[in-house]
C-alpha cells in the first residue's frame, strides 16, 4: 500500500506540534517537512531549530524537503535537528553524487528531488546510491496547487529505472484521491499530501480515503 506523508506546510503553524500528532493518530506513515529558503523557491518555511523542537511530538519519521540552494551547508543541521530522510533539489547541487554521500555520512537515508521541468537523466548515474527518489508533480514553493498530469510518463519511467532497487518512489504536488491511484498503478511507494490532508477537517477520513 502507498505510504502516506502528510506536509506540514498546509498545517496550522501556531500549532505544529499538536498538528503533527494529529495526523500521526490519523494514520500517517512519514510527516514531510517542507524547508524552503526564499531563494530555491520563493516561499521561506522553516529551519533546523523548529525541526528539532518538533521532533519530540513524533515517532514517525521526519521526511525532510530541502528547497533551498546550497543544501551542503545545511545537511548536518537537519540531520542533527531530528531528520530521518533528507531531500534536497538536483538542480541546486553542483555536485550531487558528493552530496548524497554527505547526507549518508550525516546518518540519514538521501533523496534527490526533480523540478517537473527536469528530466530524469539528472540523476540516472546516481540512482544507486538513493534511499528516495523524489518525482515533483507541482513547481515547488506553495501547497495546493494544482497536479501536473502531464508528469505522469516521467513518473512511470522513474518507477523502471529504479528497478528492483530499494530506493522509494515518492510523488510531491497536488496528490489528492482523484490521483493517488494513478499514481499507484505506476509504482508509486510513498506520496505526499498537504492540502488534501491538512485542509480537511478529518485527517483520519482524509488519508483513510487516500489509501
Ligand atoms: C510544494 C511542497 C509540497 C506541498 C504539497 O513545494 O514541496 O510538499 O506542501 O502540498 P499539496 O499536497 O497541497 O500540493
Ligand atoms: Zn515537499
Known amino acids: ?55 519530540p511530538s513524533t515517532e514517525l519519521p521526519f521526511d525532510v524537503h530541502l528547497m533551498i540552494t546550497e543544501p551542503e551547508r545545511s545537511i548536518e543541521a537537519f540531520a542533527e535537528a531530528g531528520a530521518d530522510i533528507v531531500t534536497v533539489h538536483a538542480e541546486a547541487a553542483d555536485h550531487l553524487h558528493r552530496l548524497i554521500g554527505q547526507i549518508h555520512d550525516a546518518g540519514c537515508k538521501a533523496g534527490v528531488s526533480l523540478n517537473p521541468g527536469s528530466p530524469l537523466s539528472l540523476v540516472e548515474n546516481v540512482v544507486s546510491d538513493l534511499d528516495l527518489l523524489l518525482v515533483m508533480t507541482v513547481n515547488p514553493g506553495f501547497g495546493g496547487q494544482s497536479f501536473i498530469a502531464s508528469m505522469l510518463p516521467k513518473i512511470e519511467q522513474a518507477s523502471h529505472m529504479i528497478g528492483g532497487r530499494d530506493v522509494y518512489l515518492q510523488v510531491d504536488g497536488g496528490v489528492d484521491d482523484g490521483n493517488i491511484g494513478l499514481l499507484e498503478e505506476r509504482g508509486v511507494d510513498v506520496v505526499v499530501a498537504g492540502s488534501a490532508v491538512f485542509g480537511t477537517p478529518d485527517y483520519a477520513a482524509a488519508i483513510k480515503k487516500l489509501k
Open 1 to 55: 500500500m502507498t505510504l502516506v506523508a502528510p506536509s506540514i506546510l498546509s498545517a496550522d503553524f501556531s500549532r505544529l506540534g499538536d498538528e503533527i500528532r494529529a495526523v500521526e493518530a490519523a494514520g500517517a506513515d512519514w510527516i514531510h517537512i517542507d524547508v524552503m529558503d526564499g531563494h530555491f523557491v520563493p516561499n521561506i518555511t522553516i529551519g533546523p531549530g523548529v525541526v528539532k523542537d518538533l521532533r
